[in-house]
């Protein structure tokens, strides 16, 4: 059978991770995909850069629009980024007939919803299981795997660089800023780190699981999205002391008015599997309602994890070339047809454990006070702690762990304790994992 032809738009880190796997493991490959799959063809911004991976059998250029126009290429290959450019060289590829692959996530979770629906018509695949935890196989997972099961929650570290810097802080006492900087220089961080501390990347990739779990449309901007840019140090000892690591957490869960999205710092239990996911290393739990509880742990970032997903991206392309387009997976896990909408929840209404600190005067009553404002709203206590706070002499810090509650009512207690007239300002607010393993 001939070969199937890929033109890669950028041939940095990943490019040449790719380039560097299909020579090396390309008889395998060959063996596994029925054909053999070679880049005759690539863009690149710099000509005169040394890349990290053989080209001598690659014409290399500057123009992507020449690419994706070359009839003689089978698959496209994105490994720009964002969603500008990447967006109108996707769309056109798929308006020639071509297939198309891509680590993209913001792409993805941005103008999924257009790609896949010009994709379907073009009768055209547009793979990314790159996008989602790197080399993690979870896009195939959920999207195949575990077809049968109707899937309750998926809960997930699914930002390398935000894991890293907790790790960091939590275990070699490094701040913020150096654990930032490591990353930074280790190169799992995007080039806008932003993206990563303010828990964007992270929304990017929940957005995908949450519409392939749920067959809902993509949905970025409904996500609730908080970052770990203002988690302290203080609160990470204090969860420790109670049982608790906080882990930057992606949460998409079914509830019966609803789904909840939502990216945030969360405490979870430190005997839990997510609590143990250190470093860099992304992992994901998917509960379906048949097989319970499922796991999935690697890397989430790097040119040969991320290489590892887009080889079997493009193996599984020049499987499916010659498959009724009818016949194929669907981009989303559901038949295009049956994505409908689902009412996805705010914050009020999630519902699950919270901690919350507060610093108060260190007068008594004060304590009671607080716990019977709980009280009154029916809200339970699952762990309770005093400290003094670093200055201040006078007062005291409360730290209290809730048993799950609506939000909205957790905010209602919030607002009253922080009207007390012996409440400090900067009450701190974290939620607490609601899901077994
Ligand atoms: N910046 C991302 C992370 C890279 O830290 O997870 C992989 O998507």
Aim: glycine share 10%.
């Amino acid at each position: 059978m001939k070969p199937v032809k890929v033109g890669v738009l950028g041939l940095g880190t990943v490019g040449a991770g790719v380039v560097n796997l299909l020579t090396r493991n390309g008889d395998e490959i060959t063996r596994r995909a029925g054909r053999q799959i070679c880049v005759t063809r690539a863009a690149v911004q710099n000509l005169d850069k040394t890349r990290d991976c053989p080209v001598n059998a690659i014409d290399l250029g500057t123009d992507c629009r020449a690419i994706v126009e070359d009839p003689e290429i089978d698959v496209v290959l994105e490994l720009i980024g964002g969603d500008g450019e990447a967006y109108d060289l996707v769309m056109a590829a798929i308006a020639n007939g071509k297939h198309v692959v891509t680590a993209n996530k913001h792409l993805i979770a941005l103008k999924g919803n257009d790609i896949f629906a010009a994709a379907d018509e073009a009768g055209v695949v547009v793979s990314f299981e790159a996008a989602v935890a790197g080399g993690i196989p979870i896009i195939k997972a959920m999207r195949e795997s575990l077809a049968a099961n109707r899937i309750e929650w998926v809960a997930g570290i699914v930002n390398g660089t935000s894991n890293f810097i907790l790790s960091q802080m939590n275990f070699e006492d490094v701040s913020f800023e150096e654990a930032l900087a490591d990353a930074q220089r280790r190169g799992f961080a995007e080039a806008d780190p932003t993206f990563d501390i303010e828990g964007i990347d992270a929304a990017h990739k929940l957005a995908i699981i949450g519409s392939i779990a749920f067959g809902i449309p993509l949905s970025f901007d409904r996500i609730h999205t908080d970052g770990i840019q203002n988690l302290a140090a203080d609160d990470i000892e204090y969860a420790a002391e109670l049982g608790y690591r906080i882990k930057h957490l992606g949460i998409a869960r079914r509830q019966e008015t609803g789904v909840e999205m939502r990216v945030h710092p969360t405490l979870v239990p430190e005997r839990a599997l997510l609590a143990n996911v250190e470093g860099e290393k992304n992992a994901i739990m998917v509960y379906g309602d048949a097989v319970g509880p499922t796991a999935y742990y690697g890397a989430g970032a790097g040119a040969g994890p991320t290489a590892s997903s887009v080889v079997a991206d493009l193996i599984d392309t020049a499987r499916i070339m010659s498959v009724d387009p009818a016949g194929r997976v669907p981009h989303l896990a559901f038949q295009p047809d049956q994505i409908t909408e689902e009412r996805i929840l705010e914050a009020p209404d999630f519902v699950c454990g919270h901690y919350f600190r507060v610093q108060v005067a260190d007068k008594t009553g004060v304590m009671a006070e607080i716990t019977g404002m709980l009280a009154e709203l029916e809200i339970g206590i699952e762990a309770i702690l005093q400290k003094d706070p670093p200055t201040a002499e006078d007062d005291a810090r409360v730290i209290i762990i809730t048993k799950s509650v609506r939000e909205g009512i957790l905010m209602q207690a919030l607002d009253q304790i922080r009207a007390l007239p012996t409440t400090r300002e900067g009450l701190v607010h974290l939620r607490v994992a609601e899901f077994d393993d």
